[in-house]
T-cell receptor, first 115, second 116 residues
Framework: AQKVTQAQTEISVVEKEDVTLDCVYETRDTTYYLFWYKQPPSGELVFLIR??????QNEISGRYSWNFQKSTSSFNFTITASQVVDSAVYFCALRAFQGAQKLVFGQGTRLTINP | DTGVSQDPRHKITKRGQNVTFRCDPI?????LYWYRQTLGQGPEFLTY????????KSRLLSDRFSAERPKGSFSTLEIQRTEQGDSAMYLC??????????????FGPGTRLTVT
């Protein structure tokens, strides 16, 4: 069975601080995809990144970076120099590489950036 | 591309009534998904279509739930004899099977159902 755990329910930081959101997953598959989505107060899930399990390169996109470590089954997300607009609920998700297409989501981390 | 659209955005109904939601995917996306999200939780998968074929259904999709995608374009999700436990946000997503197999799913704004 697949499972995603986001142990941090809520995080609150002051603007310009760096913040890391943790994601740990379980799967029996040897190949799979990992995703991060952002859900702002408007409610619509916004796709941020997809990572293939066979590609362990870390990725940086502007103030966002992702650290994938297959050995510890973790896919953590860091926001550098946080801004108030980063306030949202962030979800980590897992999907099989072949076969089942469903996304398995974690419970989400509510991030609040205070001015 | 216009995004995934869902209608209605909000629905309040009395227990025991039937409700139907509509989802229009991104044009030319041949996969369409339904998820349900309750307060404080991540979305949970309900079902998905590839073109008009319903290929996967979750155990969450009880006999009171039915989904269709008759022409491989828009989809409807119907809940019969609604119960208070059906109150949730119903999310629709779409993706394309062309190109990279990673085919990320793009979500609509959701339909918030309240059963009183």
């Amino acid at each position: 069975a697949q499972k995603v755990t986001q142990a941090q329910t809520e995080i609150s930081v002051v603007e310009k601080e760096d913040v890391t959101l943790d994601c740990v997953y379980e799967t029996r598959d040897t190949t799979y995809y990992l995703f991060w989505y952002k859900q702002p107060p408007s409610g619509e899930l916004v796709f941020l990144i997809r990572r293939n399990s066979f590609d362990e390169q870390n990725e940086i996109s502007g103030r966002y970076s992702w650290n994938f470590q297959k050995s510890t089954s973790s896919f953590n997300f860091t926001i550098t120099a946080s801004q108030v607009v980063d306030s949202a609920v962030y979800f980590c998700a897992l999907r099989a590489f072949q076969g089942a297409q469903k996304l398995v989501f974690g419970q989400g981390t509510r991030l609040t950036i205070n001015p | 591309d216009t995004g995934v659209s869902q209608d209605p955005r909000h629905k309040i109904t009395k227990r025991g009534q039937n409700v139907t939601f509509r989802c229009d995917p991104i044009s030319e996306h041949n996969r369409l998904y339904w998820y349900r999200q309750t307060l404080g939780q991540g979305p949970e998968f309900l079902t998905y279509f590839q073109n008009e074929a319903q290929l996967e259904k979750s155990r969450l999709l009880s006999d009171r739930f039915s989904a269709e995608r008759p022409k491989g374009s828009f989809s409807t999700l119907e809940i019969q004899r609604t119960e208070q436990g059906d109150s949730a946000m119903y999310l629709c997503a779409s993706s394309s099977i062309r190109g990279d197999r990673g085919n990320e799913q793009y979500f609509g704004p959701g339909t918030r159902l309240t059963v009183t």
